[in-house]
């Protein structure tokens, strides 16, 4: 048996090319994907062996390593990853990377908006998931931040979420979104996004996740391209 | 019973930020002195679609070992065993300035096809960047295979006039007892790089 992989759901994922999203129209291919049988080097990847070497930090509001906590609402993000089959993907590394609660990110390249930086805070963190696929991370809500694609232009508040999954063609790079965000309608990289498929970006307040007198709770499941099994 | 329908979760781009968390100083070298296999240097730049550089572009190598092995549990063929020396992974982002970047590996050996023979030798390489909301996958060959090239099943269902984006060219490069191979990647015009669905 050879495990091979669902194709890629280019219906449910953005188009390379959404003018709104400036950046795109220089940067997206123009010939069509070539299709090609997946072979060993589709189907395996780096993923579970750079789960093996990592190990968590997952504490986002102390592993600055300063002694004092960020500042911010402190929120736990937990949720489970599963495949397209409903079967969780355990032991697989999530890396994350945020804003602080001002909206600014530390990063040489963030100099042109004027928001404080925290130096008790990152905004870097990763986790594996556990035997059912779950995670969680506690950090703080990051801010909305400005940014140059058109006149007025803001960032809803997000996390960058990375995971690998078991092979190369279960790679993800994505943006995690906090619940009735003013900014949805106003962002391009969030309405790049299918119509039908946005929600599933936009992680649900979970009040049975939430920590009295400490945390807030939100709930975020993400779903891998999955294996299908083939003679 | 749960009605739930599992679809994937949609792609975004990595921002200009990745580099926080992603791509640290040092993984786009793979080998160690205990590794197996010819010293192979892999460079280039990543150009847009006027050829100017893209700046903060994220890109992921992945391939066999010296003997053509995986390390990962799917590789499972018994006359194999991956080089424990050597992990087949690196990251590196761009450089701001050039849009250039550069892995220190091995020359990866021949990888099964499902449909029989032999793969050439080959690195997968999937690229990443602000202005793009899904990756994209190509795969990096070596010119000086001729033979293993024309016979090479996935380089077979790629149109003619592109299969040279996809050779990796022998060139001088920093260290001359390295062999040196360039590998531009490219967005739109003529000769764009061949990305594939994987």
Known sequence: MTTTYTARAHQDHPPFLYSDYRSTVKRAPTHDLVSIVQTLTETTGPGPAWTHLSVDDADLTTNAGTGSEA?????????RVFDENGDPVPDTLIEIWQANACGRYVHW?????????????LGVGQARTNVDGEYRFLTIKPGPYPWGNHPNAWR?????????????????VTQMYFPDDPLFDLDPIFQSVPAHSRHSLI????????????????????????????? | MSDVVYRQTPSQ?????????LSGEGENVLTTPETRGERVRIEGRVLDGDRNHIEDALLELWQADSSGCYRHPADDRSDVS??????????????????AYSFLTIKP???????????APHISLTIQARGMLNPTFTRIYFADEPAANAADPVLQSVPQARLQTLIAQR????????????????????DETVFFDV
């Open chain 1, 71 to 79: 500042i911010g609402q402190r929120s736990i993000i937990t949720g």
């Open chain 1, 109 to 121: 390249r963030e100099t042109a908006f004027p928001a404080p930086l925290d130096p008790n805070f």
């Open chain 1, 156 to 172: 809803p508040a997000h996390i960058h979420f990375s995971l690998m999954g078991p092979s190369v063609a279960t790679r993800l």
């Open chain 1, 203 to 231: 992680a649900a307040y979970d009040h049975s996740v939430t920590i009295e007198n400490w945390a807030l709770g939100y709930r975020w499941d993400i779903v891998l391209r999955g294996p299908e099994a083939t003679p």
């Open chain 2, 13 to 21: 781009t990595v921002g200009p930020y990745f580099t926080m968390r």
């Open chain 2, 82 to 99: 991956p080089d424990p020396a050597f992990f087949g992974f690196g990251r590196c982002s761009s450089d701001f300035n050039t849009g």
């Open chain 2, 109 to 119: 050996g021949p990888v099964p096809h499902p449909d029989g023979g032999l793969q």
């Open chain 2, 171 to 190: 060139v001088d490069g920093p260290d001359l007892s390295v062999p040196t191979y360039r590998f531009d990647i490219r967005y739109q015009g003529d």
